[in-house]
């Protein structure tokens, strides 16, 4: 869970920030919306202990949403994202910015001034 001692830019997409399982999570769940375990567990293919224990991290990091619903007296856990992908992006960008920032002051600056949107 994007935590900054654990990024690894050697990797693709979102996997420099999330383990493999959490980025495949986390994009099933932009792309589909809601869900329950069961459903995330037949979208992905991933084993539905590795999908349940992963959803609860991701409540607990706060990447994910969890809502319990009653369905034919029966209640069930219901997963969402807690932010679109953009919003996703734009916090883990502020973390890093906000470390090389705290780490290299003004080197860091020097180095941001090189891109341009």
């Known amino acids: 869970m994007v935590r900054l001692n654990r990024i690894n830019l050697s990797k693709d997409g979102l996997n420099k920030f999330f383990s493999p399982i959490e980025a495949k999570i986390i994009k099933t769940l932009w792309s589909e919306g809601k869900m329950t375990t069961a459903e995330m567990t037949e979208k992905t293919c991933i084993p539905m202990t590795s999908v349940?224990?992963?959803?609860?991290?991701?409540?607990?990091?706060?990447?994910?949403?969890?809502?319990?619903?009653?369905?034919?007296?029966?209640?069930?856990?219901?997963?969402?994202?807690?932010?679109?992908?953009?919003?996703?992006?734009?916090?883990?960008?502020?973390?890093?910015?906000?470390?090389?920032?705290?780490?290299?002051?003004?080197?860091?600056?020097?180095?941001?001034?090189?891109?341009?949107?």
């Open 52 to 117: 349940a224990g992963t959803l609860d991290r991701l409540v607990k990091t706060g990447y994910a949403i969890r809502q319990l619903e009653t369905v034919n007296g029966r209640v069930r856990s219901v997963y969402e994202p807690a932010f679109s992908e953009e919003e996703t992006a734009s916090k883990i960008t502020d973390r890093i910015l906000d470390g090389l920032v705290d780490a290299f002051g003004p080197l860091a600056f020097e180095k941001f001034s090189k891109y341009k949107p």
